[in-house]
């Protein structure tokens, strides 16, 4: 299982940008997809996620300005952030919880967190 994730960059203080992530492999399933971050000499946090079911969660600091969605047939997951501030500077991670794999004909397992490798996102003015 691979996800990849693209549309970061660098944006003004109060500008929007939107991040798309796709997950490919023999997925049958994938439980939760969301998108977590990091900055520099800070821990990885929890930006947004969201159950196949709909149910989004979001941070503290980015609730009413950033919004997730997903498209279970694709296998995709998107987070639109707008008002964005400097401190929301950070590489910004895909993840797909409980990834559920066909291997071959008959066999069917559930795959831990799988993430992606990042796309860097920069708030400056």
């Known amino acids: 299982v691979q996800l990849v994730e693209s549309g970061g960059g660098e944006v003004q203080p109060g500008g929007s940008l939107r991040l798309s992530c796709a997950a490919s492999?023999?997925?049958?399933?994938?439980?939760?997809m969301g998108w977590y971050r990091q900055a520099p000499g800070k821990q990885r946090e929890l930006v947004a996620s969201i159950s196949s079911g709909g149910s989004a969660v979001y941070g503290d600091s980015v609730k009413g300005r950033f919004t997730i969605s997903r498209d279970n047939a694709k296998n995709t997951t998107t987070l639109q952030m707008n008002s964005l501030k400097p401190e929301d500077t950070a590489v910004y991670y895909c993840?797909?919880?409980?990834?559920?794999?066909?291997?071959?004909?008959?066999?069917?397992?559930?795959?831990?967190?799988?993430w992606g490798r990042g796309t860097q996102v920069t708030v400056s003015s």
């Open positions: 492999g023999n997925i049958l399933n994938i439980d939760t």
């Open positions: 993840n797909a919880d409980r990834v559920v794999v066909a291997l071959g004909a008959s066999r069917i397992i559930t795959l831990p967190d799988r």
